[in-house]
């Protein structure tokens, strides 16, 4: 199966590793927490309490949403149109987890998620990549880092975001929570550079015969 599936806790760099080990692969990198993020918003536009998981779950089964690749990266429409600045923005920061909890929404993204494998070899980052929507993917990662160094991450960036509270929904919820897959390599990047992170990745690649080419 080709797939590359890295998973991992809010901050640990993940969508950074994957977009650029995609980009050196020439592969096409899947984000699905931006999934999850557009799907959260979509709902919150229509009224619906987060915390109500059945009216989420009837939300989630009306929202449009298609899923697609262009330029080496999966591409979102929500409701028609693809999503913006919103999908980082605080309500959805909050309420991004409840939402991600629901097993209704889950099986909704992950049937997608798995379709977009039918067009072309993917690096797909996101919590549940490696143990439920491709569990033999061939190769696995589980990038981590302190919970300090990671809110200082996020802080950087710019954003508000309370990565402790978003882990503990994930890492607890009963439907695919956050674990790293038995056959993941985990990548503690606390005191990585990104750079050395994705090289990390690649040489794990080669070392494990994924067709080395002098491009990457
Ligand atoms: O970028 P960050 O790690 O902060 O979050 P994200 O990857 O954008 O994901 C946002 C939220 O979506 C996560 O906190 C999870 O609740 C949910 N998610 C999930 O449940 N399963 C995935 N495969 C990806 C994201
Ligand atoms: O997708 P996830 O939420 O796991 O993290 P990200 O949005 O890819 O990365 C969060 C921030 O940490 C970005 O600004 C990265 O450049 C930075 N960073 C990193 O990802 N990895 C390192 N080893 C060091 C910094």
Do not use: C
Request: overall charge negative.
């Amino acid at each position: 199966m080709n797939v590359i599936a890295i998973d991992g806790p809010a901050a640990s760099g993940k969508s950074s590793v994957a977009h650029l080990v995609a980009e050196r692969l020439g592969w096409t990198f899947v984000n699905t927490g931006n999934m999850y993020r557009a799907m959260t918003w979509a709902i919150l536009q229509r009224g619906v309490d987060p915390a109500d998981s059945e009216g989420v779950a009837r939300a989630a089964a009306e929202v449009s949403i298609d899923f697609d690749t262009a330029n080496g990266q999966s591409t979102i429409r929500i409701d028609g149109r693809p999503p913006g600045p919103e999908l980082t923005g605080d309500e959805v920061n909050k309420s991004v987890s409840i939402v991600a909890a629901v097993p209704a929404v889950r099986e909704r993204l992950v049937a997608s998620q798995r379709a977009l494998a039918v067009l072309g070899p993917l690096v797909m980052e996101g919590r549940d990549i490696g143990t439920v929507v491709f569990p033999d993917a061939a190769f696995k990662f589980y990038i981590d880092a302190s919970e300090e160094v990671r809110a200082a991450r996020r802080r950087a960036q710019g954003h508000a975001d309370s990565v402790g509270e978003r882990d503990r929904l994930d890492t607890t919820r009963k439907t695919s929570p956050l674990v790293a897959a038995p056959d993941a390599i985990v990548i503690d990047s606390s005191h990585m550079t990104l750079p050395e992170v994705v090289e990390h990745v690649l040489a794990v690649l080669r070392g494990r015969g994924l067709a080395s080419s002098s491009a990457w």
